[in-house]
């Protein structure tokens, strides 16, 4: 009998263990997306050049964190915008994600109203996102009108100010809460946002440029109230932005790996099951590092000493691929594009953007290698 029971248990680790691995999905974020109306007119060119599984998408919605919920015009406005994605004839951008950001808005922790509005606009988003077919949401968390980036997740910011506002301002000390009172109620929104948006869509990626990765502590609190309430089909991943745009070697992908699973120290160990199934890492490269090293500070004097910067890259997605246990890997750039229109459709005189391809050669096909060579084997059928 244990023979069997034996026999029968190694039969299931082998078929567990050889059953085919999710492939890694690659995305493209940046300031040079196509916005939806490119997208309706070069949609089936944008896919032949830069055959990304998805990439971010702003489709309504995007500005969560404003103090009010949003009106009966602005849910108008992003149906239309959602009629006109419909019908754009997506073959490979299958895998999107539905863009939505902080930016300038200070959030009052202590303000109920304000939190129910921030619940509802979450929902919303959400909605949007399951309703368009999308993976989920993409999260960016920094707030840009101030500086650092994380203050407004920091509880040291608001219990002992002094932080420098926009236009010379000083953020002035919080005297009626505690550091623990601010830990507390950035997990209670953290649950009452999760429930908003787990409620619209049980099977959403929820993922953000950072999470557990901002390493500031509300931010570690806010991720644990989400995961109190996450449905067990739903997903938090974490870009570890910064880290990411400097991995350059095996060590640094090992390190994300580690902070993913510990939350960056921060995770409810009572919730360390849920996030090692639920959770996830999505590493990210910064093009304009590789194409301007001496510019980007991280990456150099490593990539200096190689004589290819697409295979530098291709060491990097390599080691990324492994340990994108979020599901996929992003590619972000500033400078230069992946999306240049037709030459037809240029206006007159009009210079297309250099393509990263250009600025660092090879890069494509480190990037969709795969994808071309299945192309060329369709095309040859």
Known sequence: MKTKLFFLYSLLSLIAFSAPKQPVKIISVGSRLPKI???EDNITHYEKIAPFDGI????GFSDVFRKTKFSDRDIASAQA???RYRDIPFKKWKYNFLGVLIDQHKPDWFDDDYWKAVAYNWSLAAKQAKNLKMVGICFDPEGYGVYPVNSYWKSAWWVKGGGKLKGGAVQPPDLQHTQEEYLKIARKRGRQVGEGIFKAYPEITLWGFYLWSFGVDMMGAFCNGILEVMPEKAR???GDEWVSYCAKNEAAYERMERRNKSGCGMLDKKLSQKHNKQGGLAPAFYLDAYAWP???GCLTPTINNEKSKARFF????KEAKRKANGGHIWIYGEKNTWFTPPPHKLAKGQKPIPSWEEVIPGI????FGDKIEEDKKQKKK
């Not at 291709?314 to 997605?317: A, H, L, Q, T, V």
């Not at 494509?364 to 990037?367: A, L």
């Open 56 to 59: 971010m998408i702003h489709a």
């Open 81 to 83: 915008i959602a009629g």
């Open 37 to 39: 109306s490119e997208l």
């Open 314 to 317: 291709r060491n990097n997605f």
């Open 364 to 367: 494509s096909k480190e990037i």
């Open 236 to 238: 938090l991943v974490d």
């Open 294 to 296: 001496d510019n980007s």
